[in-house]
């Protein structure tokens, strides 16, 4: 059973880079889009952007010039970076998989639990 | 931007009893459109994929309709453990959800 796994600073400082990476275990990374979607503290949810395991990229619009999502295939691994944050960055990153046999590649059907960034001085 | 609005905002039911939750897109998304349900603390769940199917695992109790801009998600008979937040979600542009609605015990 495929699982993901959620990892990086909690804390990040206003202006500075958040770094978040997503490790798949359980299964494969190949033929599957992985997709970095937030959740501010009480409110919904918003799509930052996927990754296709060839590296093709694709972002949400109001994102798009800070955002960059990369894959390691050897390590099962893929990344986001969200530069020159603000505390309207704080939020749960949650990292998760589109596409594959039964779903298109926006449609997300595993997800990891979830990490808290907060972006404070 | 295709902003879809979810109503209500909040429900209070009881067990058992039958729910239908609304989801209306501001422009035409199809089929394309998916249902999301969201425990307390927990990452979402894909209940429902291309307005309709049912995703792998979920219960026969939950169903969706609609096409275009007005959808609906169903729970037959509501059990203790749905009770939780649900949220839409349309991919016929770059992925956007509703706001949510909030299904709480009576």
């Known amino acids: 059973q495929v699982q993901l796994q959620e990892s990086g600073p909690g804390l990040v400082k206003p202006s500075e880079t958040l770094a978040l990476t997503c490790t798949v275990s359980?299964?494969?990374?190949?033929?599957?889009?992985w997709s970095w979607i937030r959740q501010p503290p009480g409110k919904g949810l918003e799509w930052i952007g996927y990754?296709?395991?060839?590296?093709?990229?694709n972002y949400n619009p109001s994102l798009k010039s800070r955002v960059t999502i990369s894959v390691d295939t050897s390590k099962k691994q893929f990344s986001v970076k969200l530069s020159s944050v603000t505390a309207a960055d704080t939020a749960v990153f949650y990292c998760?998989?589109?596409?594959?046999?039964?779903?298109?590649?926006?449609?997300?059907?595993?997800w990891g639990q979830g990490t808290t960034v907060t972006v404070s001085s | 931007e295709i902003v879809l609005t979810q109503s209500p905002a909040t429900l209070s039911l009881s067990p058992g009893e039958r729910v239908t939750l609304s989801c209306r897109a501001s422009?035409?998304?199809?089929?394309?459109l998916a249902w999301y349900q969201q425990k307390h603390g927990q990452a979402p769940r894909l209940l429902i994929y291309?307005?309709?199917n049912r995703a792998t695992g979920i219960p026969a109790r939950f169903s969706g309709s609609g096409s275009g801009t007005d959808f609906t998600l169903t729970i037959s008979s509501l059990e203790p453990e749905d009770f939780a937040v649900y949220y839409c979600?349309?991919?016929?542009?770059?992925?956007?959800f509703g706001q949510g609605t909030r299904l709480e015990i009576k």
């Open positions: 998760a998989r589109g596409g594959g046999d039964h779903y298109n590649h926006y449609t997300m059907d595993v």
């Open positions: 359980g299964g494969s990374i190949s033929s599957y889009y």
């Open positions: 990754v296709y395991y060839d590296g093709r990229t």
């Open positions: 422009q035409s998304v199809s089929s394309y």
């Open positions: 291309d307005a309709s």
């Open positions: 979600q349309q991919r016929s542009s770059w992925p956007t």
